[in-house]
């Protein structure tokens, strides 16, 4: 079993900046990717970006690419969001993830998820 806890996220006005980190503990050797998914009132959970076990891959939805920077510790078992140029729609609670798969690219290939921290960026 994986624990992951997730920390960073509050309150930001536009333009400003946000660093999510997600710690994990537990079988921390099993698992092979680690991503960030994120869900807004009324919204179904989506994917935000994914990183390989070497962190040489990564994956970005589109809204996020060249503002949003996932990367990776392995000593320390954390996976990072680094959130740039915030806007009101980046607005949601985020969600950290890990996968046996070599890629986390939907809520399919997640078999260990964190808890929420909730980011609310103001206009």
């Known amino acids: 079993q994986v624990q992951l806890v997730a920390s960073g996220g509050g309150l930001v006005q536009a333009g400003g900046s946000l660093r999510l980190s997600c710690a994990a503990s537990?079988?921390?050797?099993?698992?092979?990717?680690m991503g960030w998914f994120r869900q807004a009132p009324g919204k179904e959970r989506e994917f935000v970006a994914g990183?390989?076990?070497?962190?040489?891959?990564?994956h970005y939805t589109d809204s996020v690419k060249g503002r949003f920077t996932i990367s990776r510790d392995n000593a320390k078992n954390t996976v990072y969001l680094q959130m740039n140029s915030l806007k009101p729609e980046d607005t949601a609670v985020y969600y950290c993830?890990?996968?046996?798969?070599?890629?986390?690219?939907?809520?399919?290939?997640?078999?260990?998820w964190g808890q929420g921290t909730q980011v609310t960026v103001s206009s």
């Open positions: 993830a890990a996968s046996l798969a070599r890629m986390i690219l939907t809520t399919t290939d997640v078999n260990f």
């Open positions: 537990g079988r921390t050797g099993t698992f092979y990717a």
């Open positions: 990183i390989g076990w070497n962190g040489a891959n990564t």
